[in-house]
């Protein structure tokens, strides 16, 4: 029998998911939706023919559920899901920080809990999404979980310990790129290309150096050594960077991303 999977608050990463389930051979028929707004309702029907349903019927009708709320509306949306889960539904959460036992705390009893951290490039099945076990999934949990998210970019178990780091590394790392993309581009600008032509070279250059780190094995350290001419431009660039300690900034943001996602922990964070 086909698995019918619900996307409850398809906001951002909801639709990029289930854009992606779509891509990936899923039936219109077998997924379902469901928004806070009527409006947004309407858009996805639209956009990807799914229907769009209350959260109660979501909860009654599919055998797993993709709970993509904001950790903040979690609790808010467990309320209104509780009396509907059974005890042979799968629940998956992607919210940042909210352990599995938020879930199995607030819904039915042995109820199997998967957390999962995907980020926003399964949009173009290159996602990073980072699964962990609630204490009543078992390896078939964790399968069904994978189908969903393997057609659109890679998947990693990890102990659930290490969910807010992944969050910290992975879930929010698009954003550290794009930022880091921005600031390039202003550079270019700075040194006079037109902003069409930084921004295109910046793009392929991350392009370039994101295949070159995936596919030729190489530690980093030395795809970097074969850039940087001995008293050429690259040190020159990269000793500004020690200068202004880039390296401790990163650092240090991802531990912030990490303790934001710790307090989050709650869903009221
Ligand atoms: N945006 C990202 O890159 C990633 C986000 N996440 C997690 O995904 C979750 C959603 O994040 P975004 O998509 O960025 O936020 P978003 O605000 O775009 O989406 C959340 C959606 O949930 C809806 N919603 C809230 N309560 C609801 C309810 N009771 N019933 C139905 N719909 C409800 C909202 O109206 C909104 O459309 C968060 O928990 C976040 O931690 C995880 C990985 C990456
Ligand atoms: O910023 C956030 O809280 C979410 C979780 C990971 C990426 N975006």
Excluded: C
Aim: charged share 25%; proline share 5%; hydrophobic share 45%.
């Amino acid at each position: 029998m086909t698995q019918k999977v619900a996307v409850l608050g398809t906001g951002k990463i909801g639709e990029a998911l289930l854009s992606g389930m779509i891509r990936a051979g899923w039936s219109p028929d077998d997924l379902l939706v469901t928004a806070r707004r009527p409006e947004r309702a309407e858009e996805l029907r639209a956009r990807y023919g799914v229907e769009a349903v209350s959260n109660a019927e979501a909860a009654k009708a599919a055998d797993t559920l993709i709970l993509a709320a904001k950790p903040q509306d979690m609790g808010a949306l467990l309320d209104e899901l509780a009396p509907h889960v059974a005890a042979d539904r799968l629940v998956i959460s992607a919210a940042a920080g909210i352990p599995t036992a938020f879930f199995e705390e607030r819904l039915t009893e042995g109820l199997a809990v998967v957390r999962v951290m995907p980020n926003t490039p399964v949009l173009v099945d290159e996602g990073m999404s980072v699964i962990s076990a609630g204490s009543h999934a078992t390896e078939a949990h964790l399968v069904r979980t994978e189908d969903i998210f393997k057609p659109v970019g890679k998947t990693l178990r990890v102990p659930e310990k290490h969910q807010d780091a992944a969050t910290a590394l992975s879930g929010s790392g698009p954003a550290y790129f794009y930022y880091l993309v921005e600031a390039m581009t202003d550079a270019g600008i700075l040194l006079g290309l037109p902003r069409a032509q930084a921004h295109d070279l910046i793009v392929q250059s991350a392009i370039g150096a994101a295949v070159m780190l995936r596919d030729s094995g190489e530690h980093p350290v030395k795809l970097r050594e074969a850039v940087t001419s001995p008293a050429g431009t690259t040190i020159s660039a990269i000793r500004e960077l020690e200068n202004h300690g880039v390296r401790a900034a990163l650092i240090a943001a991802l531990e912030a991303a990490r303790d934001r996602s710790r307090e989050l922990a709650s869903g009221n964070g």
